[in-house]
């Protein structure tokens, strides 16, 4: 496993977990809507994860999916303490990640200039 690190392998545990929670209805926030969470980008001493999750909605869904996710931030450390096997529970910060819109966003630019030709 050369050139894959501790941390990617904590950050995509983390992943899966949160990611699993979600879809069981686990965290029943009203507040997050149907989210997807992206990746985990763990700090190599494995104290802090930056949580990506992405929205298809409002900008006020997707504030709100944040808040909720905030507020949850407690409950899901504990359950991903009970799964897996870690000295300490890294702490968690979620982000919406904006890469899919954008990604969309050029999509559709070059659409554009490839009908005008």
Do not use: W
Request: proline share 3%.
């Amino acid at each position: 496993m050369h050139g894959y690190k501790r941390a990617d392998r904590v950050g995509d545990s983390i992943l899966r977990e949160i990611a699993s929670m979600i879809t069981r209805g686990e965290i029943r926030d009203p507040r997050i809507g149907f989210i997807t969470i992206t990746h985990v980008k763990l700090s190599p001493d494995l104290k802090e994860a930056k949580v990506y999750f992405s929205q298809i909605g409002t900008d006020e869904e997707k504030t709100n999916s944040a808040e909720g996710l905030k507020s949850a931030v407690g409950y899901i450390r504990r359950c991903l303490g009970s799964r897996l096997q870690l000295r300490s529970v890294p702490t968690l910060r979620f982000y919406l990640d904006e890469t899919v819109e954008y990604a969309e966003h050029i999509d559709e630019l070059l659409r554009g200039i490839t009908e005008e030709q």
